[in-house]
């Protein structure tokens, strides 16, 4: 039984000190720091790519890190979780089990970056099913070429011509 308990407590503290151990990753591009989690922040400075860094805090499609001094909001996928391609170690043992523990999945890097798709939940995006019915819907409310230009007239706006951009 003593030993029993004590394997109990041994676990305990390995799953607890894997899940309160620093998460790090690898910035995939030159990363330009935000002071706070939105496009429209004051700069916090900059990071090159690949550069190692400690991955702080996550909200939504922002990561806050740390490195080089300097600590900021960057993009979900401006960073590469885990450790960086060139790495042999394959995040097995503990890691794995607190990738398991934070996001479901088993794999070494535990993080999926999906832009795009505010306000959908996981589950929702699971069960999603094509809708025809409102294909129908939507294909109802498209309007034709003459429609649209008499409506344009009708509220003073004028057509003119704009050249397509060079290949450059």
Do not use: C
């Amino acid at each position: 039984m003593k030993r029993l308990i004590i394997l109990a407590f041994t676990l305990g503290f390995a799953v607890t000190g894997a899940a309160y151990a620093k998460d790090t990753g690898t910035t995939r591009v030159a990363v330009d720091l935000m002071a706070t989690p939105y496009r429209d922040a004051k700069p916090a400075g900059k990071l090159p790519s690949n550069t190692k860094v400690d991955i702080l805090e996550r909200h939504g499609g922002w990561m806050r890190i740390s490195a080089q001094g300097k600590s900021g909001w960057a993009r979900l996928h401006q960073v590469r979780a885990g450790e960086s391609p060139e790495a042999k170690n394959t995040g097995g043992g503990l890691t794995a089990l607190k990738n398991v523990s934070q996001t479901g999945r088993s794999g070494s890097q535990g993080i999926v970056a999906t832009t795009g798709i505010r306000g959908l939940s996981a589950e929702e995006l699971k069960s999603a099913k094509p809708n025809p019915k409102a294909v129908e819907s939507m294909e109802a409310s498209r309007t034709n070429d003459t429609t649209s230009r008499d409506f344009a007239r009708s509220v003073g706006l004028q057509e003119k011509d704009v050249p397509f951009l060079s290949k450059e």
